[in-house]
């Protein structure tokens, strides 16, 4: 099981360190809203994931998903620990929790189809 981190630790995480943020939300929530900075987590592309995280297994990595309810998160540590990851952490309050705090978010324009 997975250590969780608060908001106002991931916080200050992201203002003093170089940790990865990996969104886990599902598909096409990333491009909604995510906090700025993560890296977009997709079942379809799961080494993506890794090539942004690079093979230092003690990075410090912070995965997140939506809102306590969603799994991704969950998920997520679980696979970058499978493959060797021991620095794996999650904030399971997530995106929604970090908004209601006035946090930046991050939106990405959308595409035309």
């Known amino acids: 099981m997975a250590t969780s981190i608060s908001r106002d630790e991931l916080k200050a995480k992201l203002i003093d360190t170089n940790i990865a943020l990996v969104d886990a939300q599902g598909p096409g929530l990333f491009e909604i809203a995510h906090i700025p900075g993560a890296i977009r987590a997709t079942a379809e592309d799961p080494m993506s994931v890794l090539n942004a995280i690079g093979n230092d297994l ?3 990595i912070v995965a ?3 809102d306590l309810e969603c799994v991704g998160s969950a998920l997520a540590v679980e ?6 990851y021991r620095n ?4 399971a309050e997530g995106r929604v929790d970090w908004a209601a705090a006035g946090l930046p978010i991050q939106r990405l324009p959308i595409q035309p189809a």
Not at 79 to 84: F, I, K, P, Q
Not at 88 to 91: Q, S
């Open 58 to 60: 003690d990075r410090e």
């Open 64 to 66: 997140y998903c939506t």
């Open 79 to 84: 696979r970058l620990e499978a493959v060797g």
């Open 88 to 91: 794996v952490r999650r904030y």
